[in-house]
């Protein structure tokens, strides 16, 4: 059975500092995602990863995979109170996906 | 752009009583998904269908059911709900068609129940 551990779960930050958040997964999948959701509203897609090595960049927000690893990661830098919002990874195929448990980001001024 | 559409968005029901949630995409994916969100636990599958009127066991499929009619709308059904039921429900879709590297899942905009 796939299971998917995001950790932190919390994370308060500075603005201006960098942090990571990472995600777990147990077995072998397809492809790897990263969706963010602001409070009250839906997921939003951000990255999709689909190979060993495969590296994402939009804007403060990178995201990495090592499959061997089973790890992805979620680097932000120089961070901006609009980032502030829940993050989720996702691990599996077009069919099913499983959620990670969500990290919960807030940066203050 | 993809768009998902939940026709509720805030539901306050009374236990025992037969709960439809509705969810409609205009993409014409052939997947269709209903995930409960609640605190510390993400999003877990309740049930997902790749056809009309075929549907499959998520992670946690007791207590609902579901139907697919029609390829754009997916319905999620409480027969009798109950408190534990009280959650955010999220429909989601996605095709297979299309460069494999761009398929990716979209979400609605969610529906909270509220079951008392």
Redesign the interface.
């Known amino acids: 059975e796939l299971k998917?551990e995001q950790n932190p779960?919390f994370l308060s930050m500075q603005e201006g500092k960098n942090y990571t958040i990472y995600c777990n997964y147990s077995t072998t999948s397809d492809?790897l995602?990263w969706?963010r959701q602001d409070p009250g509203?839906?997921?939003e897609?951000l990255f999709?990863l689909?190979s060993n090595g495969a590296v994402k960049q939009e804007g403060r927000l990178m995201a990495s995979l090592d499959t061997k690893a089973r790890l992805s990661t979620l680097h932000i830098t120089a961070a901006v109170h609009d980032l502030s919002a829940t993050y989720?990874c996702?691990v599996g195929g077009?069919?099913?996906?499983?959620?990670?448990?969500?990290t919960r980001l807030t940066i203050n001024p | 752009d993809v768009k998902v559409t939940q026709s509720s968005r805030y539901l306050v029901k009374r236990t025992g009583e037969k709960v439809f949630l509705e969810c409609v995409q205009d993409m014409d994916h052939e997947?269709m998904?209903w995930?409960r969100q609640d605190p510390?636990?993400?999003?877990?599958?309740i049930y997902?269908s790749?056809d009309v009127k075929m549907k499959e066991k998520?992670?946690i499929p007791e207590g609902y059911s579901v139907s697919r009619e029609k390829k754009e709308r997916f319905s999620l059904i409480l027969e009798s709900a109950s408190t534990n039921q009280t959650s955010m429900y999220?429909c989601a879709s996605?095709?297979?068609r299309g460069s494999?590297?761009g398929?990716?899942?979209?979400?609605?905009?969610?529906s909270w129940l509220t079951v008392v």
């Open positions: 998917v779960l492809r995602y969706y509203k839906s997921l897609s999709v689909l989720f996702a077009a069919q099913k996906l499983v959620f990670g448990q969500g | 997947n998904f995930y510390g636990l993400g999003l877990r599958l997902f790749y998520g992670d999220l996605s095709t297979f494999f590297s398929n990716t899942i979209y979400f609605g905009e969610g």
